[in-house]
C-alpha cells in the first residue's frame, strides 16, 4: 500500500487550534504523544520542543524520511490509520490528528490514549469535493462514545444544502476512573463533594491517603 503524495506545504508552521490546545493548562508536555499521519512533521517538531516524547505515525515514506530528520527526535511508525493502529492499549497521553479524515478513525485513536490522555483533532476544511468526505454532524463525537470530555470544539458546516458534513476541531480528554467516580458521587471538577449529607446504605472508598 502506497500513499497518495502530500505536497510538502510551504509554510511548515503549527496549525493555530493545535497551538492553542498545547499551551492549555490542563496539558503538560511529557509522555508519549502520537501526530497521526503526521505528514512532513510540523507538528511533531512542535510536540518535540515541547518536552513528548513523540512518535509520528504515516502511510507515506517520503513524509516519515523528512520528519525522522527534524531538530526533535521522533520514533517513526509507518503504518495505515485505516486499519487497527499498531501500539498497545492506552500507550499515550496524547495523540493529534490534523488534515487527515476516516470513518472509525478516532475510536481507533481512543483505544490507544491513556486514561487523563489528550486528542486534537483537525479535519481539513471542505475546499472543492473535499467536503464529501468529511464527518457527518455528530459522527465524531459518536466515534469517541462518552469515552472523552471536550474540552474546546468548533464545527463548521460544509457542503452544499444546509452543509450536511462537518468541518470539525477538537480538544478532548479521556476520562479517568476518577472523572467516573466523581460523576457517581456528583462531585465537582476539583474533586470536591457537592454535599456530604448521607445519602443511603451504600459507602464508597475511595483509594488515596488515610
Ligand atoms: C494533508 S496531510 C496532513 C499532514 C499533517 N498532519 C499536517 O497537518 O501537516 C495528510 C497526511 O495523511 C497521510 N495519510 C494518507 N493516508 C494515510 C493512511 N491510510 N494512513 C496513514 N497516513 C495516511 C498522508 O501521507 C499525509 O502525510
Same mark, same amino acid.
Given at each position: #500500500? ?47 520542543? #515541547?518536552?513528548?516524547? !513523540? ?5 507515506? #515514506? ?46 481507533? !485513536? ?61 480538544? !478532548? ?18 474533586? #470536591? ?18
Amino acid at each position: #500500500m502506497t500513499a497518495k503524495k502530500h505536497k510538502r506545504p510551504a509554510d511548515g508552521s503549527p496549525s493555530p487550534f493545535v497551538m492553542a490546545c498545547l499551551a492549555h493548562k490542563s496539558l503538560t508536555a511529557s509522555g508519549l504523544a502520537l501526530d497521526l499521519a503526521c505528514g512532513y512533521g510540523r507538528h511533531t517538531r512542535k510536540l518535540g520542543s #515541547m518536552g513528548f516524547s !513523540a512518535v509520528s505515525g504515516d502511510l507515506s #515514506m517520503d513524509c516519515l524520511g523528512v520528519t525522522r530528520r527534524g531538530p526533535a527526535p521522533a520514533f517513526c511508525v509507518c503504518l495505515d490509520a485505516r486499519a487497527e493502529l499498531p501500539f498497545t492499549d492506552r500507550a499515550f497521553r496524547l495523540v493529534l490528528i490534523v488534515h487527515y479524515v476516516d470513518k472509525g478513525l478516532l475510536a481507533r !485513536a481512543a483505544r490507544v490514549i491513556a486514561p487523563g490522555g489528550f486528542l486534537i483533532y483537525e479535519s481539513y476544511g471542505g475546499q472543492g469535493e473535499n467536503w464529501r468526505s468529511l464527518p457527518a454532524h455528530g459522527e465524531v463525537e459518536n466515534e469517541l462514545s462518552g469515552e472523552f470530555s471536550v474540552i474546546r470544539k468548533c464545527t463548521r458546516s460544509v457542503g452544499p444544502k444546509d452543509g450536511p458534513r462537518a468541518n470539525v476541531k477538537l480538544f !478532548a480528554r479521556k476520562n479517568s476512573p476518577q472523572t467516573a467516580v466523581n460523576a457517581l458521587l456528583g462531585r465537582a471538577g476539583d474533586g #470536591m463533594p457537592l454535599s456530604h449529607s448521607y445519602a443511603g446504605p451504600h459507602q464508597i472508598i475511595l483509594p488515596g491517603k488515610g
